[in-house]
């Protein structure tokens, strides 16, 4: 149990037009802190104003990237209630990345006392339009002022909060996503599966082609062959294949194990679909729209929610899915997902975790 100390903020900031958050732009009053050294543990949980860290230029940070961030939402329910949606999953994840990393581990109780300390803190920071939400970023970066690849002995662990919208400028309509058949994301091996900002430094190139040809983002192929699918940086990949809902596995450990994927699988099994979870290549996919058997493509991520995928661009050749619309696999998902999220339906997975 941590002994949070607080420091409030002198001033509160303007909010934000909740009509028009966008995502990542607003951030609340109040950001969680806590060090930690080698020797000593983790030490000092503080809520403390939002505002700027200081670093020393040659924190290892800057230089050999070693950090890890998270991604996870709280939602304002119909009776003001806010809620978070599978919090434990987002800490079990954040520890598997820590390992990986080489970052000390953080209790998971911890972690999650510190999440509901600071949104409850700046809980009137939770938006309430349709379709928002308080978008949680906790991340650790390693401090010691030190040139040289090794392991840091001093870390910083934060958590900041921004009120957001969609991720996409077109909400819930269909995006556009182009397959990137040159740059790779991550092996076999690598850090794919954990969520580090090295991974999204790897596709900027990727994503800065797909925007200039007019895709919204890209779709990542195996990095060995360039021939199975991936997924798409800030999201994983669902197809509908002759009534075949088809995900890549995890066991490569290339992709990020997403929470909303993980939820998505449950519920499809839950209405008795048949789910895969398999290797799935561009050659299948490219078939199955040939022989007009690719129904629906849709992507899922906390961000992202549920974004279904209207066309793939595989080195020119375009493949429209579901018309250009959003199929009824991906609406029902959406609905599901999202009514349990805000309260409006039944949790009957147990999912969503009140904040106080
Ligand atoms: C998330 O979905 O939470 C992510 O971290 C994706 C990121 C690209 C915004």
């Excluded at 983790?42 to 020393?56: E, F, G, K, N, T």
């Excluded at 800057?62 to 119909?78: N, P, S, V």
Aim: glycine residues 10%.
């Amino acid at each position: 149990m941590l002994n949070i100390r607080i420091e409030p903020i002198s001033k509160k900031k303007e909010k934000p037009d909740q009509n028009n958050l966008g995502f990542g732009h607003y951030f609340t009053d109040h950001m969680f802190l806590m060090n930690y050294t080698e020797g000593k543990g983790w030490y000092d949980p503080r809520i403390v104003p939002y505002a700027d860290i200081s670093l020393p230029p040659a924190a290892m940070v800057f230089h050999y990237a070693q950090e890890m961030f998270e991604g996870l939402k709280a939602y304002r329910t119909a009776d003001g209630t806010i809620q978070l949606f599978r919090p434990d999953k987002n800490i079990e994840r954040m520890n598997n990345t820590n390992i990986r990393m080489c970052i000390p581990q953080v209790d998971p109780s911890d972690v999650l006392q510190a999440i509901k300390a600071v949104v409850n803190y700046d809980r009137d920071w939770v938006p309430s339009e349709e379709g928002t939400s308080l978008y949680i970023r906790p991340f650790i970066i390693a401090t010691d002022e030190h040139l040289g690849v090794h392991v840091a002995k001093n870390y910083l662990f934060a958590i900041i909060l921004s009120p957001v919208g969609s991720y996409y400028p077109t909400g819930i309509n269909p995006v556009k996503i182009f397959i990137e058949n040159e740059y790779v994301r991550a092996v076999k091996g690598g850090t794919g599966f954990a969520k580090v900002g090295g991974n999204y430094a790897a596709s900027l190139i990727g994503q800065q082609k797909a925007e200039k040809l007019g895709y919204a983002q890209v779709l990542w192929l195996d990095g060995i062959q360039h021939k199975y699918i991936d997924e798409v940086g800030a999201m994983n990949v669902f197809f509908v294949i002759d009534g075949e809902i088809v995900t890549p596995s995890l066991a490569e450990g290339s992709i990020l194990p997403g929470v909303t994927r993980d939820s998505c699988l449950a519920l499809l099994r839950s209405w008795g679909m048949k789910v895969s979870e398999r290797k799935i290549s561009v050659d299948e996919l490219e078939e199955a729209y040939k022989n007009g058997k690719l129904d629906e493509a849709f992507g899922t991520g906390t961000a992202a929610v549920i974004s279904p995928i209207g066309e793939l661009n595989n080195n020119g050749n375009k493949m429209i899915v579901s018309g250009g619309n959003i199929g009824p696999i991906s609406h029902k998902l959406y609905d599901t997902l999202t009514g349990i999220q805000w309260g409006k339906i039944a949790d009957p997975f147990g999912w969503t975790v009140k904040v106080d």
